[in-house]
């Protein structure tokens, strides 16, 4: 934050669940001075497996905000090019798209244990979390002035709010607010392996087989991991028995068949089965449902702990809006409204690779067939070839909060590898600035930012910035951005304002603005509008 944010006048809020998605909500709430409790009710930190490994650019820029992003980059490895492969012949590669000059690598991988360990380490040094173990709660009862979570072992915890952050198994949780969870399972097992050995040439790259022939008819992955540590994945069916296998010598010889004869230590190995599911409501009064007790996919694509980091940012400083009185109420509608797009899309990009790497009709096995077949020989094929869409932030697009702008519509889901140009609705480029912060998403998290062209009329703009209840920082793109890396990189023109939100989107691009305009365009981002309008793709949206 630029100043130290006000007292904060409620109860602390309390967030469900000590994982990943629970650090990150209580930490960022923290940055706004918002006070939690955090309950888990495990005894303490199960440092257990490599779990979820692979965290995207922007999911790392996230942690950066409360200290945590670039020790856990650094630690990781950073992998750039992925690869596919059909039987013994390559099929494609590609790169990641890098707008502007972000801070951080595509994706980075390490595993989920080591990430809590440094998530933990930031909690330890924040007066504001209260993180208490063993802690299982039973019981969630809410009135007008907040939540009280009632623990089996009897201790009741009142807050101003309740995150619900518990991880898949949050079954009982979802009962006790009442909310759906549907969707499917399925069938086919995944086999999951940390092998530590020496690769040499795969360190950087992720790799994914369709019917290698130490596979045949299934799919295999591989990831780099710290530590000479590689993540395989195999597609296994549904009888699958690990106990056997490891007995019978077979999986030794699974194992093998990739690596060769060379030595090797299996660190941690494992079982899934993956589920397509997700809750039918992520705002339940003053309870936010997050990560994986919201929605659940198909690791394929890394969608599951980054899409949940992302709900984190999202809950974290619309409650702290809400809370200090610099929005009303309302504003959390737009938590489920975002979020839960945000998880329908996950769930759609997800299970259309789980429909190509388990067909599940004789009709699309032999499409996926005749694609792989064609995909050799055809670059125009390779973009049905589906071994998962990797993870990349949402696009808040027809979101109630923003303003959209004719003059750069929305084109639909970019390329694989690719963002959409920026836009309202978009997350803002990264690129170093001429400012203390250094980069400019790291200015865009301490409130709402707008970014000022030449031919601006800035006392307008700062007369809509004074007017707006809480931190707004007016700057000028030219002193901000010398060399014009983020101009051009936004496409900025001199007559516009852009608008940025607390969490980095873009809000809206006010062309000749005024004190109205801009004025009517930051209440619409924190929801203190009550206005009906046609967005500009065509969907009735309420913004509140």
Same mark, same amino acid.
């Given at each position: 934050?630029?100043?130290?944010?006000?007292?904060?006048?409620?109860?602390?809020v309390?967030?469900?669940g000590?994982?990943?998605?629970?650090?990150?909500?209580?930490?960022?709430?923290?940055?706004?001075?918002?006070?939690?409790?955090?309950?888990?009710?495990?005894?303490?930190?199960?440092a257990?497996?490599?779990?979820?490994i692979?965290?995207?650019?922007d999911?790392?820029?996230?942690w950066?905000?409360?200290?945590?992003?670039?020790?856990i980059?650094d630690?990781?490895?950073?992998?750039?090019?992925?690869?596919?492969?059909?039987?013994?012949?390559?099929?494609?590669?590609?790169?990641?798209?890098?707008?502007?000059?972000?801070a951080?690598?595509?994706?980075?991988n390490i595993?989920?244990?080591?990430t809590?360990?440094?998530?933990?380490?930031?909690?330890?040094d924040?007066?504001?979390v209260?993180l208490?173990?063993d802690?299982?709660?039973?019981?969630?009862?809410?009135d007008?002035s907040g939540v009280?979570?009632r623990?089996?072992?009897g201790?009741?915890?009142?807050?101003?709010?309740?995150v619900?952050?518990g991880?898949?198994?949050?079954?009982?949780?979802?009962?006790l607010?009442?909310?759906?969870?549907?969707?499917?399972?399925?069938d086919?097992r995944?086999?999951i392996?940390?092998?530590?050995?020496?690769?040499?040439?795969?360190?950087?790259?992720?790799?994914?087989?369709?019917?290698?022939a130490w596979?045949?008819?299934r799919?295999v992955?591989?990831h780099?991991?710290?530590?000479?540590?590689?993540?395989?994945?195999?597609?296994v069916?549904a009888?699958?028995?690990?106990?056997?296998?490891?007995?019978?010598?077979?999986?030794?010889?699974?194992?093998?068949?990739?690596?060769?004869?060379?030595?090797?230590?299996?660190?941690?190995?494992?079982?899934?089965?993956?589920?397509?599911?997700?809750?039918?409501r992520m705002?339940?009064?003053?309870?936010?449902?997050?990560?994986d007790?919201?929605?659940?996919?198909s690791?394929?694509?890394?969608?599951?702990?980054?899409?949940?980091?992302?709900?984190?940012?999202?809950?974290?400083?619309?409650?702290?809006?809400?809370?200090?009185?610099?929005a009303?109420?309302a504003l959390?509608?737009?938590y489920?409204?975002?979020r839960?797009?945000?998880a329908?899309?996950?769930?759609?990009?997800?299970?259309?690779?789980?429909d190509?790497?388990?067909?599940?009709?004789?009709?699309?096995?032999r499409?996926r067939?005749?694609?792989l077949?064609?995909?050799?020989?055809?670059p125009?094929?390779?973009?049905d070839?589906?071994s998962?869409?990797l993870?990349?932030p949402?696009?808040?697009?027809?979101?109630?909060?923003?303003?959209?702008?004719p003059?750069?519509p929305?084109?639909?889901r970019?390329?694989?590898g690719?963002?959409?140009?920026?836009?309202?609705?978009?997350?803002l480029?990264?690129?170093?600035?001429?400012a203390?912060?250094?980069?400019?998403?790291?200015?865009?998290?301490?409130?709402?930012?707008?970014?000022?062209g030449?031919?601006?009329?800035l006392?307008?703009v700062?007369?809509a910035?004074a007017?707006?209840?809480? &931190?707004? @920082?007016?700057?000028?793109?030219r %002193? *901000?951005?010398?060399?014009?890396?983020? !101009?051009? +990189?936004?496409?900025?023109? $001199?007559?516009e304002?852009?608008i940025?939100?607390?969490d980095?989107?873009?809000?809206?691009?006010?062309?000749a &603005?005024? @004190?109205?305009?801009?004025?009517? %365009? *930051?209440?619409r981002a924190?929801?203190? !509008?009550? +206005?009906?309008?046609?967005? $500009?793709h065509?969907?009735?949206?309420?913004?509140?």
């Amino acid at each position: 934050m630029p100043t130290t944010p006000p007292t904060w006048p409620l109860d602390p809020v309390v967030v469900l669940g000590a994982g990943p998605v629970g650090q990150t909500t209580a930490l960022l709430l923290a940055r706004w001075g918002v006070p939690t409790v955090v309950l888990d009710q495990r005894t303490g930190r199960d440092a257990v497996g490599s779990k979820a490994i692979c965290q995207q650019r922007d999911v790392l820029d996230v942690w950066e905000a409360v200290g945590a992003g670039r020790r856990i980059a650094d630690e990781g490895v950073t992998w750039t090019t992925a690869r596919t492969f059909h039987r013994d012949a390559e099929l494609f590669s590609y790169a990641f798209a890098e707008p502007g000059r972000p801070a951080f690598p595509p994706f980075v991988n390490i595993s989920q244990t080591r990430t809590e360990q440094i998530l933990d380490e930031r909690i330890a040094d924040e007066p504001l979390v209260d993180l208490r173990w063993d802690h299982r709660v039973v019981d969630v009862e809410q009135d007008d002035s907040g939540v009280t979570a009632r623990c089996a072992d009897g201790t009741a915890v009142r807050g101003s709010y309740l995150v619900v952050c518990g991880g898949a198994r949050s079954d009982e949780l979802r009962r006790l607010l009442g909310v759906g969870f549907e969707g499917h399972s399925f069938d086919d097992r995944f086999l999951i392996c940390d092998i530590r050995t020496d690769l040499p040439g795969w360190a950087t790259e992720r790799r994914f087989h369709f019917d290698p022939a130490w596979n045949p008819g299934r799919q295999v992955l591989i990831h780099p991991c710290p530590g000479g540590t590689f993540r395989i994945d195999w597609q296994v069916p549904a009888d699958y028995d690990l106990d056997a296998e490891t007995a019978s010598g077979a999986l030794d010889a699974r194992i093998r068949a990739i690596i060769g004869e060379r030595p090797y230590e299996i660190v941690w190995n494992s079982v899934y089965r993956f589920h397509s599911r997700v809750v039918d409501r992520m705002r339940c009064g003053r309870v936010l449902v997050a990560g994986d007790a919201a929605h659940l996919v198909s690791p394929f694509g890394a969608r599951g702990l980054n899409s949940g980091v992302a709900d984190a940012e999202n809950a974290a400083w619309k409650i702290a809006y809400v809370g200090h009185g610099w929005a009303p109420e309302a504003l959390l509608d737009s938590y489920h409204d975002e979020r839960h797009a945000a998880a329908l899309e996950n769930i759609a990009v997800t299970t259309a690779t789980m429909d190509f790497l388990v067909p599940p009709d004789e009709e699309r096995a032999r499409r996926r067939e005749e694609v792989l077949a064609r995909a050799a020989l055809d670059p125009a094929a390779r973009a049905d070839v589906d071994s998962g869409r990797l993870s990349e932030p949402f696009w808040y697009v027809d979101s109630p909060l923003t303003t959209g702008d004719p003059r750069r519509p929305f084109d639909g889901r970019p390329p694989r590898g690719q963002v959409p140009p920026a836009a309202p609705g978009v997350l803002l480029p990264d690129a170093p600035v001429d400012a203390p912060q250094g980069r400019v998403r790291a200015l865009a998290r301490d409130g709402f930012l707008l970014l000022t062209g030449d031919a601006t009329d800035l006392d307008a703009v700062r007369a809509a910035a004074a007017d707006a209840p809480g &931190p707004v @920082r007016v700057l000028a793109l030219r %002193a *901000l951005d010398p060399d014009g890396t983020l !101009t051009a +990189t936004l496409g900025a023109r $001199p007559d516009e304002v852009w608008i940025v939100r607390p969490d980095a989107h873009v809000a809206a691009v006010v062309a000749a &603005p005024t @004190r109205e305009s801009i004025t009517t %365009a *930051l209440a619409r981002a924190a929801a203190r !509008t009550t +206005t009906r309008e046609e967005t $500009p793709h065509g969907v009735l949206q309420t913004s509140r």
